[in-house]
């Protein structure tokens, strides 16, 4: 594990309504701690002066994410404020909007720290666009989740993915690991 660059931004991926509060689908394995990692992270972002992006996953009529539905907007409790840009995408791969993209060069990022959900699909998906784009990556290990698939618990979909990051060559990092003063 080595500190991201002093200036790489936090993005957090598709922390939705919908991911944690039960109404429609189950909340992600274990919703609360993720709530309150993704807290930790973002609070540790604006002390250091880094920037800070919401991805906001919209989904197609009728979806729990489809824009206008309860499950829809990003969690309130992770305490957005104005200035935090929200960029929205209807695929797995946030840098599909191409005002990521153009956020981060405006920032001169070269590195972005990852966190959300879902592990195997949109946290997946940008980590793989990302480095596509050229960036490096810090995953935060203990800050992505996930639902249980047939099969396979939540908690095994992310060990899993955690070891094919690292394989992949990205930093991967614990949320204690990286707030630590």
Not at 65 to 83: C, D, T
Request: with cysteine; charged share 20%; proline share 8%.
């Amino acid at each position: 594990m080595q500190k991201p660059a002093d200036f790489a931004p936090v993005i957090v991926i598709d922390l939705q309504t919908n991911m944690f509060d039960g109404a429609v689908e189950p909340p992600i394995h274990v919703a609360d701690t993720i709530a309150a990692r993704t807290c930790k992270v973002i609070e540790w972002a604006r002390r250091e002066g880094r920037k800070v992006a919401f991805i906001r996953h919209d989904g197609p009529e009728g979806d729990p994410l489809a824009p206008g539905e309860p499950g829809w907007p990003v969690w309130p409790a992770l305490g957005q404020n104005g200035e935090e840009p929200t960029f929205s995408k209807t695929v797995r791969n946030s840098f599909s909007n191409p005002k990521l993209g153009a956020w981060l060069a405006e920032l001169n990022a070269s590195e972005v720290i990852l966190l959300g959900a879902q592990t195997d699909f949109c946290v997946a998906g940008t980590v793989q666009g990302a480095i596509a784009n050229g960036l490096k990556v810090t995953v935060i290990s203990d800050a992505h989740s996930t639902l249980d698939q047939p099969g396979e618990p939540a908690s095994s979909i992310i060990n899993r993915y955690n070891a094919q990051f690292a394989e992949a060559g990205v930093n991967m990092v614990t949320t204690d690991a990286l707030t630590a003063s």
